[in-house]
């Protein structure tokens, strides 16, 4: 069994890992360990002297080495004597706000426990196990119950929490985490992925200072700004040797991530929704659920805890038909035409991606209602015949007949005051009455809560799609949101908004992804900017990032390879001069940064020349050649491009028969020697041969002594070595 209960210990094993607490004399869940098996109780570990000003518990007596503020906790609640940052808060109706958690009972079960309304990692019955432990204040009917789904061969634990309100008055729950754990011991940093729109996922690591480190969303996405995914690392940590914890919440709203190092040098992590925008009024006899945390760790590096992630994202998170499958290639007219297209020229550009290989013609904005600019249009989701003359349909069964499937740009969330459905029902976007709302891109919010604005995108999504050959579908997402008010509930509890919004967008995701299996979704917000595990459970693949320039595109990919598997990014070759940067680079360099992903095409392949053709058809032909191992294999950082002149990374087969070594080294430098890179996760024993020279090297040689790079001339030029073992 991976869950023991012994002796009041509760022990979650997985392959490699324990996870364990005791609820102890007073029935305070204390947080012994999370790391390697250990064969044993770790409690001999809490040993705890008289810490000055640390309070103790009542029923401690003169027992002064007792205290909350110093033992680790499984949960810490607010306003009992721990005065570090709480997991949970409430407010009584009396005004107080304090919550005295206390162990009661416990249930194990087979199968992975579920989230009503939140996407949840899910398992087969007999590949998980589910830890409930009820945990009740001491004065009041407000529970607690601690989820812990265990998936042991994946060395993984999920983490959620259940408020339950069993007194016979409201309260409000002021912040609820998914996450809390204690690390008594360590000498810790902290990885997080902060960046911008079109740099989003940017790696920073830095040690712990004594206090509290936060990254966060209040953008009601999980935001470009900040990824809702961590790191803990041990100084010295690399991406093969050293402890390390990783942590990323399934949520695609407003967020909260908070590190904190105590005056014992104890580190506290806590991760949820962000308290922030954030409060919920549970009545009597309700309950609250909120999203699930994906836990790992690895005492070998950041590469293997990567892996984890990747399985448990791909195999457990991701659904559908699309889940493990290949995706097509294909080519979006945004950057090609943006606005100014008709049926003729998306034919055009159709019709000479089909003679190159490439498999899907995707249409982006401006196909709908009054849509010239991004100023108007947004929610009147009717085909635009002006441009589509003879409607969608028409295209649709066009492209179809050269061999393409077709697929779909939808904004379903926001919409424009220009706009039909804005005259007809500004009630349904998300303003403050007597204010003016804030404006971004032009447009508003619609107000998600809302079950008539649900049922309508509904309508019109599901009518398109029924009515029309449409195999995919991008959802963008193209602003943040404030102003946060709604008419659906009192005047009272409007901070519930931020969370019943997102409740509202997985709702008509679930039904519209249900009704249509056979069409691939892909998520976007601005590209990266909402980027989560959360949107992977209805979207398996989300659009990386609006930057498209091949060099920025290593470190955004880069960075978004610490927890979120490569079949998950949407990963073109767009045009140069680079929209965004003005960079150029060879369409070489372009294509090997794309194929790091869901490959596919973002210009118009016409104004290509004939050299130019002729290497996208070969890149076709690599990527679909490659889809398996890049998808499908273990994906190892072989560089870090923050620190060097390079980024390089291979997709190693599970078998570990082949390797496929990409990358791009950015700047050529005269008179020196050549660079070298060492490879991972071969066959120590075997040879492997390189397919481009081939040359015969043992695994032993490529990864201690590594393989020479070529010799380049030029800025961001384009690596790309294949190697098959060779069959004895």
Known sequence: MAIRVENGVFQLETANTLYQMKADAFGVLNHLWYGARTDCCMDYLLDYPDVGYAGNIYEAGDKRTYSLNTLPQEYAAYGVGDFRIPAVSVTHEDGSSALDLRFQEYHVRKGKYGIPGLPAVYADENDAETLEIVLKDTATGVEVVLLYGVIAQADVITRSVIVRNNGTTSIVINRAHSLCIDIPYGDWEWVHFHGRHTMERQVERVPLIHGIQESSSTRGTSSHQQNPAVLLCEKGCTETEGFCIGAALMYSGGFQTQVEKDQLEQVRLVMGINPDTFAWTLEAGACFHAPEVILSCSEHGMGLLSHRFHE???????????????????????????????????????????????????????????????????????????????????????????????????????????????????????????????????????????????????????????????????????????????????????????HRYILGLYGLLERLTGEFPDVLFEGCSGGGGRFDAGMLYYCPQIWCSDDTDAHERTFIQYGTSFFYPVSAVGSHVSAVPNHQTGRMTSIRTRGTVAMAGSFGYELDLNKLSPEEKEEVAGQVRAYKGYQDLIYNGFYYRLSNPHEENRCIWAFVSKDQTEALVQGVVFRAASNTLRARIRLAGLAADAEYRLTESGHVFTGKALMAGGVLLPVIQGDDVSVEMHFRQVQQ
Request: charge should be neutral; charged fraction near 30%.
């Open 312 to 498: 448990i994202i791909r195999n457990h998170v991701c659904r559908g038909k699309y889940k493990l499958s290949g995706r097509p290639v294909l080519i979006n007219n945004w950057e090609a035409t943006y606005f100014a297209f008709d049926e003729e020229k998306i034919e055009k550009i159709a019709k000479q991606a089909a003679e190159l290989g490439i498999d899907m013609m995707v249409l982006d904005d401006g196909w709908f209602g009054k849509r010239d600019s991004d100023t108007s249009g947004l929610g009147d989701w009717f085909v635009n015949e002006t441009k589509l003359k003879g409607g969608l349909g028409r295209l649709v069964e066009r492209i179809n007949r050269m061999g393409m499937k077709f697929g779909i740009w939808f904004e379903p969330e926001m919409v424009s005051e220009d706009s039909e459905l804005y005259r007809r029902h500004p009630e349904w976007a998300i303003r403050i009455p007597g204010r003016n709302p804030m404006r971004s891109r032009y447009q508003l919010v619609l107000d998600m809560s809302n079950t008539e604005v649900t049922e309508y995108l509904y309508q019109v999504m599901s009518q398109i799609l029924r009515e029309n050959h449409i195999e995919y579908v991008k959802w963008d997402m193209n602003r943040s949101i404030c102003d946060w008010y709604t008419r659906t509930l009192p005047k009272n509890r409007q901070m519930e908004l931020p």
